[in-house]
């Protein structure tokens, strides 16, 4: 069934004609001025000044109200009661007020003035449920949704206990991360020293041994010029012997 709310609203007048509804938010400013609307979401009444900034404010733009002639009032009572809040789901600027127990079905006034029309019984949704009994059914419905509630709090601490271990597993799995990060390049570091050494040994082998090598081309060559310039000379000389 639709929503409904408890809310106490004073209403000021000598006698049940002159009872007026003031607005409250001029009341905590400490102005009087009657009340011309309702504002279901909040919910307060508001006086006609109130009740257009209601709906301009960005803040309660969107919020239900209800003008000096659909707006709850009451004569004999010094309180309005058992206020309806459920927005219709067809008309979104009307809240659900009636039950159609030939349709089985929740409406607005639009829906009751468009579609039920002609049905036999639709009743006002807070005289309604005055005369509703707490009933075994609905005592042992309450205690279900106690367990559910239970339930789902029990699941939030899951999850959250959950969340919370994912958060330290990803720390560590970080932590790792770095520790092996810092040893590849430890282990990458001292190959790349290692093979410069090697590299750095084997250069200087080669440069001795392509020294060694000059040196001994340099002689060959020292003696071989020595040794054709002797031969000329012998053979100018006709010393062909």
């Known amino acids: 069934m639709a929503e409904c709310s408890d809310h106490s609203r004073s209403v000021i007048g000598g006698s049940d004609e002159a009872e007026v509804i ?3 938010p001029c009341e905590q400013d400490g102005r009087q001025a009657e009340a011309e609307g309702f504002c279901v979401d909040c919910p307060e009444y508001l006086c006609g000044q109130c009740y257009k900034n209601h709906k301009l404010s960005k ?14 009032q009451t004569v004999k009572d010094k309180y309005v009661k058992d ?3 459920t927005t219709c789901n067809l008309h979104v600027d009307k809240v659900i007020e009636y039950f159609c127990s030939s349709c089985d079905m ?9 579609n039920h029309r002609q049905c036999d019984i639709v ?20 205690a279900k949704v106690d367990v559910m509630s239970q339930q ?10 959950m969340s919370a271990i994912a958060d330290d597993m990803r720390k560590v799995a970080k932590t790792m991360l770095k520790k092996q990060r810092k040893e590849i390049n430890n282990f990458f570091d001292n190959f790349e020293k290692e ?12 440069t001795i041994t392509f020294t060694k090598m000059s040196t001994t081309f340099n002689s060959m060559d020292k003696h071989l010029k020595e040794l054709k310039t002797k031969i000329d000379v012998k053979m100018k000389a006709g010393q062909h012997c």
């Open 59 to 72: 803040a309660s733009r969107s919020h239900v109200l209800q003008d000096k002639h659909t707006m709850h």
């Open 152 to 161: 789902v709090q029990d699941d939030r601490n899951t999850l959250n206990s």
């Open 123 to 142: 009743e006002h949704i807070p005289k309604l449920v005055k005369a509703i009994n707490i009933t075994d059914d609905l005592q042992t419905y309450v």
């Open 22 to 24: 003031f607005c409250e």
């Open 195 to 206: 093979m410069e050494n090697k590299i750095d040994k084997i250069h200087a082998s080669n």
């Open 83 to 85: 206020l309806c809040v």
């Open 106 to 114: 929740l409406g607005c006034t639009t829906c009751i003035t468009l």
